[in-house]
């Protein structure tokens, strides 16, 4: 470390008082950041869970529908017409719903049920346990083993609960890469037999999955899709439709993103104001320097390296607390819906770099102004 | 004769404009050489601070010119003056303006820290100025812990450390008692001047006046008169 930088890192830690000021500050806004960010990272990570584990590449809708779970159902001839688009190697309808499950305890508990094409069960999770020819037998259901799965008394194979009057068994275990927003159980069955326990409109479908013959023919198969007044929407694009209803219409966006300015000017004011009280102290002592023969630039370089070495410890204790705290969370709540992503990281990172800016540029401004003379002075 | 330290020619500063210009200094000129102890003397506002600050590349002349070591120092830039105050001049200030935060011996290190001296090295060496100027065992204390005395000597051994030709020392008994004011001027004149180094001396201490070379009297920005004199004047 060059000379002076050791002398501008001596001067900040030796002032312990201060030090700490200004990394509770920084850590603080560091902190609420990256809460913020990542529970909202994680409300959409859950709230496009179905899309996720199904993992279709097409998706077809009504245009109107704005989440998973709130699916608008669809004429059954449609995947007629969809499968004779050219470009289109196969689609299957998918029901998505929820319903009320009657545990043996006598409980009632809310699940939201899969069901699954009968011919293909295209979107079929991953087993831990049984077989996935078992969910063709009799009242055949499988569960899905997530953060929800204790809600339903933690069941087995073989355990049996109710269903609309209708008798359900538990054929297998599933895993699923991610678990569901509203922390409802997750149950798998055949398409026939979702609609057939569960009342719905005759002759409909919640969502048509579609597997093109290449990505080239996407762009077509949207187009015809369109064209009978539907929206076909890639993964991803339907994964982004669902993020944009949470994001702008529903509040939740708009929360985090007052939260989070909140978070920086606390965090701005708490640093700002130290960091130049700060500056203010030593503002003599840095004279004294210039006198010495301390050049404008080597001075701009100490504040910096202060403002910097603040700013990226805060940083680290902010991400640390936060990921802590998240971690502790989710071992208490495991469908705690928060997820650290290099995104929010990167995010929190620029707005640590905002506030060592503007709380440095303030102290830069005053050193640069100090005249030697000033000293002599006194 | 001996060799010229600092040669001050016709030097004029004023601070404001218009109806609200204050003559600081009007029209000064003397020299200073190597080997002495000359003090600026004056009341306050007399301009002797001003002066100091003028021949020391820390504030500059409306008019005039400042040669130290046949450099005239306002011609240089603004980095080559910074480097002139570095390498040619050592400032003792009357409140020390010692970091409360570093050990003494940083604080003597920092112009060798400045001059782009390796850590260590400058430590070291800052470690030989607290031993010139009877200190050493306060080295690793903070210069709070140190008395008045004391910090007047860090101070000294701060200004010695760049082995400068030129020792300004502006109001150095301003806080101290009688006693030790003198025992600091004596110990500056006994170990710190030598035919090397010119000292330039601001203040108004009568106390010390018998250290002087040479007195030079200011009164509303002009030398009223200089004299010889002290006890160690030829």
Known sequence: ???????????????????????????????????????????????????????????????????????????????????????????????????????????????????????????????????????????????????????????????????????????????????????????????????????????????????????????????????????????????????????????????????????????????????????????DKFGALKAIGAKGKELVSMILFQAAFTALTGYGLGVGLASLLIAVAKLRLPSYAAEITYTNLGFAFVMVLIIAGISSYVGVRKVIKIEPFDIFRG | MARLAVSAKELVKWFGEGEARTMAVRGVSFDAHFGEMLYIEGPSGSGKTTLLSMISGILRPNSGTVIVEDKEIWKLSTDQIADFRLNTVGFVFQDYHLFPKLTTVENVAIPLILKKLDWNESLATALQDLEIVGIRDRAYLTPVKLSGGEQQRVAI?????????????????????????????????????????CIIIVTHDSRIFEYADRIMRMEDGKIMGVEKGGLYAE
């Not at chain 1, 002032?15 to 500050?25: E, M, N, Q, R, T």
């Not at chain 1, 499950?101 to 999770?125: F, N």
């Not at chain 1, 078992?134 to 933690?154: Q, R, T, W, Y």
């Not at chain 2, 301003?174 to 090397?196: H, Q």
């Open chain 1, 1 to 283: 470390m060059k000379g002076i930088l050791k002398i501008a890192y001596k001067l900040l830690v030796n002032d312990k008082g201060k030090f700490a000021a200004l990394l509770v500050g920084i850590t603080f806004a560091v902190f609420l950041i990256v809460m913020m960010t990542s529970m909202f990272a994680g409300i959409l990570h859950k709230s496009s869970s179905t899309v996720t584990n199904i993992g279709a590449k097409v998706w077809v809708m009504d245009p109107a529908v704005n989440t998973v779970a709130s699916s608008i159902p669809m004429p059954d001839y449609v995947i007629d017409a969809v499968r004779s688009i050219n470009g289109v190697k196969y689609a299957v309808g998918l029901y998505s719903g929820g319903a009320l499950v009657k545990l043996r305890s006598g409980v009632y508990q809310s699940v939201t049920v899969i069901g699954l094409d009968d011919a293909s069960l295209y979107g079929r999770p991953e087993l831990i346990e049984g077989q996935i020819e078992d969910i063709f037998a009799e009242n055949a259901f499988i569960v899905v083993k997530d953060a929800e799965f204790p809600k339903l008394g933690n069941p087995g194979l073989g355990t049996e609960f109710e269903l609309n009057d209708h008798r359900g068994i538990i054929v297998g275990i599933a895993k699923v890469t991610t678990s569901g927003l509203f922390g409802v159980p997750t149950l798998y069955t055949t398409y026939k037999r979702a609609i057939q326990y569960i009342p719905s409109t005759r002759y409909t479908t919640s969502y048509i999955m579609v597997e093109p013959k290449s990505s080239d023919t996407v762009p077509y198969i949207k187009q015809q899709v369109a064209a009978l007044g539907y929206e076909a929407l890639t993964k991803d694009e339907f994964n982004r439709k669902v993020a944009n209803f949470y994001k702008y219409q529903t509040g939740v966006g708009t929360n985090v993103l007052l939260m989070t300015v909140i978070s920086f000017i606390v965090g701005l004011s708490i640093s700002g104001q130290t960091f130049y009280t700060f500056i203010l102290e030593n503002l």
């Open chain 2, 157 to 197: 051994a701060r200004a010695l450390a760049s082995r400068p030709d030129i020792m300004i020392f502006d109001e150095p008994t301003a806080s101290l008692d009688g006693d030790t004011g003198r025992r600091i001027v004596d110990f500056v004149k006994k170990n710190v001047l030598n035919e090397n180094r």
